[in-house]
DNA sequence: TTTT
DNA sequence: TTTT
């Protein structure tokens, strides 16, 4: 169990990379603003290192930018790697599995991607009765 | 967005059925019995409808029954239907997407189960760096 | 561990009722329309009944109405009563706990309400150093 | 909307400091491992800061150590200090706000602690008609 | 610097 | 009984 739920604004443009090899993909990289709750306090924000590899970060390299306001749901992602200095650096990102538009500016749009799986049936019946046929209870 | 995230108990045995057709697949209902936090208040809890479809529903059928305690991840679905004297009757249920152990109980386990794709890349450097060489700042 | 997080609009102006006692507190209802992912089928959404108790009771019938679209966070809460066939009936709400704005449509905002305590301090040094100094490493 | 959920074994005791002042209260630092999904990649984990204020820093001291596995709610939170050698490193910490946890030992329990407030009500009805009479249709 |  |  390692879920994140944000909604924040991207603070500037996701950098893209593309990763070598076969499998070739998409890697981007962005921050996102999250305003905090108490904004009394200075009205100050988290600034939150997002990573999306594959269809999420072709998403948002073709649809986000400085200023995109969304809805991300990912995962907390810890790394390490030495500097040049010799000195082990320790990283936390967090990778974006969802990202939604949180304001529907209708233009810019183009919809929402991830890389979730296609939907499972949602009929109110759970497929278990043929259509058309909602005369029984299901059972429960 | 819609996210369900519940800890608690299968307070019965997963039904669990086959749908018709090529594309058919396990359909495993239960009700999760999660504890109310002000468990002053007569040591209540909640009773939550939950449906897995396809592997998920395998992994329900297979490994949870009365009692296992587990963490779910899913999203509410609303439906309805017609019931035998023709009121309209609607349903609330959590579509489970993750079920995993929150107790390891070794034995009983045989891991965990979801309709998750395959994880992206986990490593430190995000795969813009080659293998074995960690020297460089990564961007940020 | 029951955590619901919903972005949607409300699909009707909320209904408010005060209770009565010492103890009074709004007590207001909606329904909140969440568009499904796989938007392919039919542009569907499940419809999802929503209470709000107290401060954010107040702040729903102050702020909401339909076709606001916010992001809720809250828990699935599960109930029953009997109807006057003598049928027992049972009931799943979501209790909102916090209501955002999901488009900051400046106006009508009047901020973000919820039942959350005062958030903790939430400085870089964690409250470990004296304020302007930090040119001490934090323990970590 | 900035939520964490977050189930995993502490890597390490917490360590607790308390800030000084009139307001002084329990600042715990500790460690969680969160196992990864795609475990076959070399069974790695996320080792993932966090951070507990008040109520919640008090119940890590006193519940938590090395190897309990808990189920966290919480909030990402970055921040930023000059290390000794003048450079600005920036950090990323989980504040936990809920501490469950997620193995019933019975004996070292003790409960669960959270700087969360009293819960609404709970009851089938949410209130709106008096207790012992059930027989009407709650509004809907 | 990490947990089972 | 549903929202854009």
Redesign the pocket.
């Known amino acids: 169990m390692n879920k994140v739920i944000l909604m924040g604004r991207l603070a500037r443009d996701p950098e893209v990379r593309y990763t070598q090899g076969e499998q070739a993909m998409a890697v981007a990289r962005y921050t996102l603003a999250v305003d905090r709750r108490g904004k009394n306090q200075e009205n100050s924000a988290d600034f939150i290192q997002c990573v999306a590899f594959g269809k999420a970060g072709e998403f948002a390299e073709r649809y986000l930018h400085k200023g995109t306001k969304i809805v991300l749901t990912g995962r907390i992602q810890?790394g390490?790697y030495t500097n040049k200095e010799g000195q082990?650096i320790?990283t936390t990102d967090v990778v974006a599995e969802d990202q939604e538009f949180a304001e529907?500016k209708n233009a810019e749009s183009g919809g929402t991607y991830s890389n979730q799986p296609a939907p499972a049936p949602q009929s109110g019946n759970d497929g278990f009765m043929p259509a058309g046929d909602d005369s029984e209870l299901p059972f429960v």
Chains 1, 2, 3, 4 share one sequence.
């Open positions: 810890t390490s082990r320790y529907s």
